[in-house]
C-alpha cells in the first residue's frame, strides 16, 4: 500500500483544517489507518485510528473532540478533520495503514510522506 498525505498549511488557533491521504492498493479496507504527528525535536506520537469498516475509532486525548477521523473506502480515502486548532498542533502530519489497534508507529506498516500543519497563535 502506498500513502499521499495532503492538505496542510497555516492557520491561526481556533481555525480548521482537513487533511486527507490517499491510499493505492486494491486492500485498503483491510486496513486500519492512523494518523500521527511529529513537532520539532519530539518523538512521533498518534492521534487517530479508524478501523477498515470505520466501525471504530480512537483519539489521542490531546484531540478528543477536536480532530475526527473518517474514510470512504470506495475513494481508498482517510481524512482528518482538525477544528479548534491550537498552536501545539503544530508539526508534521503523517498517515499509516496498518493491521492491528497500535497506539505506537511500530504497530503500522506503511507510511505516508507527511504533511506540515502550522498554527499560529
Known amino acids: 500500500v502506498q500513502l499521499q498525505a495532503s492538505g496542510g498549511g497555516s492557520v491561526q488557533a481556533g481555525g480548521s483544517l482537513r487533511l486527507s491521504c490517499a491510499a493505492f492498493?486494491?486492500?485498503?479496507?483491510?486496513?486500519?489507518m492512523g494518523w500521527f504527528r511529529q513537532a520539532p525535536g519530539k518523538e512521533r506520537e498518534f492521534v487517530a485510528r479508524?478501523?477498515?469498516?470505520?466501525?471504530?475509532?480512537y483519539y489521542a486525548d490531546s484531540v478528543k473532540g477536536r480532530f475526527t477521523i473518517s474514510r470512504d473506502n470506495a475513494k481508498n480515502t482517510v481524512y482528518l478533520q482538525m477544528n479548534s486548532l491550537k498552536p501545539e498542533d503544530t508539526a508534521v502530519y503523517f498517515c499509516?495503514?496498518?493491521?492491528?489497534?497500535?497506539?505506537?508507529?511500530?504497530?503500522?506498516?506503511?507510511w505516508g510522506q507527511g504533511t506540515l500543519v502550522t498554527v499560529s497563535s
Open positions: 479508524i478501523s477498515g469498516s470505520a466501525t471504530s475509532t
Open positions: 499509516a495503514a496498518g493491521r492491528g489497534t497500535a497506539v505506537v508507529p511500530g504497530g503500522y506498516d506503511y
Open positions: 492498493g486494491r486492500t485498503f479496507s483491510r486496513y486500519v
